[in-house]
T-cell receptor, first 111, second 112 residues
Framework: GENVEQHPSTLSVQEGDSAVIKCTYS??????FPWYKQELGKGPQLIID?????GEKKDQRIAVTLNKTAKHFSLHITETQPEDSAVYFC??????????FGTGTSLTVIP | DTAVSQTPKYLVTQMGNDKSIKCEQN?????MYWYKQDSKKFLKIMFS???????INETVPNRFSPKSPDKAHLNLHINSLELGDSAVYFC???????????FGDGTRLSIL
């Protein structure tokens, strides 16, 4: 099955700085890569996703990049704000397969 | 309106008891799931239920049994609770199998 590794496990940044979270996957058949944000006491919420036919996708302050050759994808958050503090999960899946989640990154934005 | 709702939010019980967690989605989705999140925040799928077809993660003990009375509901029943069952259990739904999923806010299960 798929194996998704996520780094770093914890990340602290100053408000206004950028944050980058990286994930690698093992199954070359994986073709869909969502990112979820989990706030304290809440369930994971989809924030952005990318499919394997696209190299980069951006939505306001967040962006995701995908390198299929190297089998890694990254989440970029610019101009971080305190409300960005949460646990972020990457996931990978191939069509018709279950989601395999990364181990999570706890992001703290320091005001 | 809450898209995916779970009850109860907290469940504290003794080892050996049987308990159920309920989940309802009002998104009109065809597929529902149960996930377990352990103390290290690792999310692992337990079950997928798609159009009356149950897909089981083989690592899940058979003390866990999902029940779906209809497409909008997927409940989780747990028999003979053990200490290792302590975790947060999330229900989720998606339009089709393994498409982008909407999660509930979780049920925190604590076994004494």
């Amino acid at each position: 099955g798929e194996n998704v590794e996520q780094h770093p496990s914890t990340l602290s940044v100053q408000e206004g700085d950028s944050a980058v979270i990286k994930c690698t996957y093992s199954d070359s058949a994986s073709n869909y890569f969502p990112w979820y944000k989990q706030e304290l006491g809440k369930g994971p919420q989809l924030i952005i996703d990318i499919r394997s036919n696209v190299g980069e996708k951006k939505d306001q302050r967040i962006a995701v990049t995908l390198n299929k050759t190297a089998k890694h994808f990254s989440l970029h958050i610019t101009e971080t704000q305190p409300e960005d503090s949460a646990v972020y999960f990457c996931a990978a899946t191939a069509t018709g397969n279950q989601f395999y989640f990364g181990t999570g990154t706890s992001l703290t934005v320091i005001p | 309106d809450t898209a995916v709702s779970q009850t109860p939010k907290y469940l504290v019980t003794q080892m050996g008891n049987d308990k159920s967690i309920k989940c309802e989605q009002n998104l009109g989705h065809d597929t529902m799931y149960w996930y377990k999140q352990d103390s290290k925040k690792f999310l692992k799928i337990m079950f997928s239920y798609n159009n009356k077809e149950l897909i089981i993660n083989e690592t899940v003990p058979n003390r866990f049994s999902p029940k779906s009375p209809d497409k909008a509901h997927l409940n989780l029943h747990i028999n003979s609770l053990e200490l290792g069952d302590s975790a947060v259990y999330f229900c989720a739904s998606s339009q089709e199998l393994y498409q982008p999923q909407h999660f509930g806010d979780g049920t925190r299960l604590s076994i004494l």
